[in-house]
């Protein structure tokens, strides 16, 4: 497997550089290993992948160079979080006090470096302030949402505050600075909020972490009801051919939720398989679901469920990404980490490109790379 540091050096159709600087971002010491099968799957299906690691700063891009090998590129960021790809193409993310968004600016037949089919520059950098920014979603009007972790609290842009809240559970009495359910998931469908998850419906500072192991509830986002509950640290909800789906982070499960026909009936979690590690980060493309796991914390994870079920199958947590074939609920194909990086927050899955690169906000490459819209021809008259 080849690696790559943030580099941008988009050539034109005839090749010519435009940009010969090198930003190096920091590197962990890490080992990458794959299951044989997975580039070719990548290939198969026509995508590439987006993950995050608040733990490394960095945002990673998993494809396949020109020569049909595994190519990871990766991008220092300041505590990456949320991804969330739009139709347009953009990439938004959640970081430490900023929303980014990313837009590729390559076309055609450019490549960057000859490798790179797409190339994601940070276009819009709003700054927010540290509010411990999870998922994050764009409407179909192009509202930004994300969820404020730390004032409890579904939130958009503001042009002059920190954030402008959206939407809270009903069980928090107000927009405070304490984080007390652990609110962190979001759900879209159609370009709307449709779920959200939360570790408890705590509703005092650090409340939470005394419900861990069976305090967590998918909350609908227009009634406000909770829709499902005993769940344990849950994580990335979902919405995949109509089905929610959510990762039940301290049981090592994903699973989607089975709701009754009965009106107001609250719904069951439907494991549909175990993955060896605490599981954040899902994404769908067809039958395949795409599971970040991370390596527990055990000084803050001790009592869940998902120790046992690891001495149970005998097995390690790992770091990593697992593809899970929804028909069959087992693993066909796994991207690992070992090393010095243990914990992965979010993926995403990029369509259409081979080999995506990004590039950091505030690296040289951010501040020398220019691109040119189309030249619509308009001026002045020359008669």
């Avoid at 081979?354 to 308009?378: E, F, K, N, R, Y």
């Amino acid at each position: 497997m080849t690696t790559d540091n943030d580099v941008a050096a988009p050539q034109t159709a005839a090749g010519q550089q435009v940009l010969p600087s090198q930003a190096q971002a920091a590197e962990p010491k890490v080992e990458y290993s794959l299951s044989g099968g997975l580039i070719a799957r990548l290939e198969a299906l026509g995508i590439s992948l987006a993950f995050t690691s608040y733990q490394s700063g960095l945002l990673y891009m998993l494809g396949r160079n020109p020569q049909g090998g595994a190519h990871l590129h990766q991008s220092a960021m300041a505590k990456p979080m949320g991804l969330c790809r739009v139709p347009s193409g953009d990439l938004y993310m959640t970081g430490a006090a900023q929303v980014i968004r990313f837009a590729n600016v390559l076309f055609g037949d450019q490549r960057a470096n000859n490798t790179f089919d797409c190339c994601f520059m940070p276009r819009t950098v709003h700054v927010t302030g540290q509010l411990d920014a999870h998922d994050v979603g764009v409407t179909d009007d192009g509202q930004i949402l994300f969820v404020n972790t730390r004032y409890n609290c579904l939130a958009t842009l503001s042009a002059t505050h920190s954030f402008e809240p959206v939407w809270r559970p009903p069980f928090i009495s107000a927009i405070v600075d304490e984080d007390r359910c652990h609110l962190n998931g979001l759900a879209m469908e159609d370009g709307k909020p449709r779920y959200l998850t939360a570790v408890s419906k705590s509703d005092t500072i650090d409340g939470w972490r005394d419900r861990r192991a069976d305090g967590g509830v998918v909350i609908d986002y227009a009634s406000g009801k909770i829709v499902c509950e005993g769940l344990s640290m849950p994580h990335s909800p979902r919405m995949h051919n109509g089905e929610l789906w959510i990762l039940n982070s301290g049981t090592g499960e994903i699973g989607s939720v089975s709701f009754p026909k009965k009106k107001g009936a609250i719904g069951t979690f439907k494991p549909k398989a175990f993955c060896p590690g605490f599981l954040r980060g899902l994404a769908f493309h067809g039958k395949y679901a795409f599971v970040g796991l991370s390596k527990p914390r055990y000084k803050r994870f001790d009592g869940l469920a998902l120790a046992d079920r690891l001495k149970d199958t005998d097995s390690e947590p790992w770091c990593g990404i697992q593809v899970i074939d929804l028909d069959t609920g087992t693993c066909v194909d796994w991207f690992r980490i070992d090393g010095e990086i243990g914990e992965l927050y979010d993926l995403e899955i990029i369509p259409g490109f081979a080999c995506p690169m990004t590039v950091s906000p505030g690296s040289p490459d951010s501040a020398q790379l220019i691109t040119t819209a189309p030249d619509t021809g308009a001026g002045g008259s020359t008669t």
